[in-house]
Structures are given as structure tokens and as C-alpha cells.
């Protein structure tokens, strides 16, 4: 099982908090570390306002060498799909090969509202995302010196030279690493099918990833793609303490009770822990990303570097 830290930096973090822990997870020797790409807080005041996803990583790619990092998720209601092809494959490049693509149709109305950004139903806003995954997946598997077109319902492209390229070619698409995921019943297993590297599940229980997981699989074998093909990985908030004082001191810390993250989240002792994400690797889980929300304690990845990683 891979370990990955997941943050939230739309809560209030700078860039320098940011690359803080980039920079202690890089050594810790997590896999990945991912941010979310939101504009708009979602309790508190958010101080000292929100930060681009695309921008932070273009930092990291320089500042960090090895972990890999990444977009959980980037909005398909943020940027044009040509736009964001070149930012991901430019980021990829700074970084020499370490960036992944996590999209999603997008949810947020208020960080739409607040900062000018269309924000379509819901039928709308899900032809706009598969439009994007063709798009950005057909730019960047066009042939240097080839000219891509495409001529759909919400985006249109003539004689573009599908430049630039990322690093990265190994992707299902053939580039970055594309991460896809959801709880729909329908559409997102399908797109998940079609385009994913990664199939991501954010914040479920046990019994609904062994369901959608199945459902994704099923979708797969449908088009004839072997589903062993996709890293399947959930995502859950990390609260875990060498003992119940420093459980309970560090979901304080991040509003939350220490009942109701045993339940949704990984919170307990480090043994606690382990186990639960043994059962999630039973499930066909390979990649647990760990939603980390206290960004100053930077203990609390050293706990699971030492105490966790080592048994999983």
C-alpha cells in the first residue's frame, strides 16, 4: 500500500506552508503529495485566502526533487481544456516527469459565485468534463508535428498543434497520469473506464468502495479494458496519536470528534490504523491518500512515516 498526503489548502495555508510539508513528506518518503484545487474556503475564514493549484505546483515542481505531486481534483469549470493541457504538461516538464491530473466535473457553487466562474447544471457541467478528458487526453497523444482537431458541443479546436508535451508517456492516454473519481452510479464509472490511470474514492466506507469499485470494474470490461489495468485508492482524513490524548488533541485541532473519525476517517493509534487500512487493501485499495488538515503538525507525518508506513 502506497501512502500519499492530501491537503486542503483552501482552509488557510501559504505557499511556504505548503512546500513545508511537501518538503517533509518528500523525505519521509511518502508517494505523492496532492493539494485540492478550490478557491473558496469551506468553515473558518480561510486567512490568508485561498491559492491556485496549478501555481503552488509549478513551485513545488522546483522546489521539491523527487515526490511525485498532484490535483485532488482540479474543477473542469476552471479553465479551457487546450489552457489546461499546457499548464499540466508546462508543470510537468519543471518537475522532470512527477506530476499527475486529478479532474473532476466540479461542485463548489460558492467558490463560482464568489469569483466570477460559470458554473453550469449538473448535465452541462458533465458534457463540459468528458468533453475536457478527450480533449486534453487527444493533445497530448497527437504526434509532435501532427495537428489535433476536435468539434463538440461545449469546446471546439481546429488545426491546433497540441504542444506542448509532457515529460510523462506512460499514461493510458499516453502523458500525465490522469486520476478520476467519484460516487456516481453511471457517468463516472464510465469516464473512469474510457480515460482513468487512477480510480479515486474520496471519504467512504468500506462497503461503498467494494461497490464502486466493482461498478468501475464492470464498466471497464464493458469496452474491453482489463481492469487491472487502473491503481485503485481512497482518500480519508488522518487523525492518528501514539495514544487517545493525542487522538483527541489533534482532531480538536481540526474540528472534529474522535468517534466520528474512527468511523469516516483513519483515527486511532498507529495499530488502529494499520488495520483499517489493511481492510481497504482487501477491498482492492493500493494507494491511500491521507487527507492531512493541521498543516503545522508535521509530527503527526513523522508518526505515520514511522509508525504506520513500515506495516502496510
Known amino acids: 500500500m502506497e501512502l500519499r498526503v492530501f491537503t486542503e489548502p483552501q482552509q488557510g ?17 511518502f508517494g505523492a503529495f496532492f493539494r485540492s484545487d478550490h478557491y473558496l474556503h469551506m468553515s473558518g475564514d480561510g486567512l490568508p485566502g485561498s491559492t491556485d493549484a496549478w501555481t503552488t505546483l509549478a513551485g513545488l515542481a522546483r522546489d521539491t526533487s523527487t515526490i511525485r505531486l498532484g490535483t485532488m481534483m482540479t474543477s473542469a469549470t476552471f479553465r479551457y481544456p487546450g489552457v489546461l493541457a499546457i499548464q499540466v504538461a508546462q508543470v510537468d516538464q ?16 460558492q467558490e463560482h459565485t464568489a469569483y466570477g466562474i460559470p458554473f453550469p447544471d449538473t448535465k452541462e457541467r458533465f458534457e463540459r468534463y468528458a468533453e475536457q478528458l478527450e480533449l486534453i487526453t487527444g493533445l497530448w497523444s497527437t504526434p509532435v508535428g501532427g495537428r489535433y ?58 462497503e461503498f468502495t467494494a461497490l464502486q469499485f ?18 485503485w485508492s481512497n482518500a480519508l482524513v488522518l487523525c492518528v ?7 483527541a488533541r489533534r482532531a480538536k485541532a481540526i474540528g472534529r470528534e474522535v468517534d466520528e473519525l474512527r468511523v469516516n476517517g483513519l483515527a486511532g493509534t498507529p495499530e488502529e490504523v494499520v488495520e483499517k487500512i489493511r481492510r481497504f487493501g482487501d ?14 503538525d508535521l509530527d503527526h507525518l513523522r508518526l505515520v512515516a514511522a509508525e504506520v508506513m513500515p506495516h502496510v
Open 13 to 29: 495555508a501559504t505557499y511556504d506552508d505548503l512546500l513545508a510539508v511537501a518538503l517533509e513528506a518528500e523525505q519521509l518518503g
Open 149 to 206: 482537431a476536435f468539434d463538440g458541443a461545449h469546446y471546439q479546436l481546429a488545426d491546433s498543434p497540441a504542444l506542448p508535451k509532457p515529460v510523462q508517456t506512460g499514461g493510458h492516454a499516453g502523458g500525465v497520469p490522469l486520476l478520476i473519481g467519484g460516487t456516481g452510479a453511471r457517468k463516472t464509472p464510465e469516464l473512469a473506464a474510457r480515460y482513468a490511470d487512477e480510480f479515486n474514492l474520496p471519504f467512504v466506507d468500506e
Open 214 to 231: 466493482g461498478r468501475v470494474r464492470q464498466a471497464a470490461e464493458e469496452i474491453g479494458r482489463d481492469p487491472d489495468e487502473l491503481t
Open 283 to 296: 477491498l482492492g485499495s493500493q494507494r491511500i491518500y491521507l487527507q492531512v488538515l493541521d498543516l503545522a
Open 94 to 109: 519543471m518537475s522532470g516527469g512527477r506530476v499527475e491530473l486529478g479532474i473532476g466535473a466540479g461542485w463548489f457553487t
Open 241 to 247: 496519536g501514539e495514544d487517545e490524548a493525542e487522538v
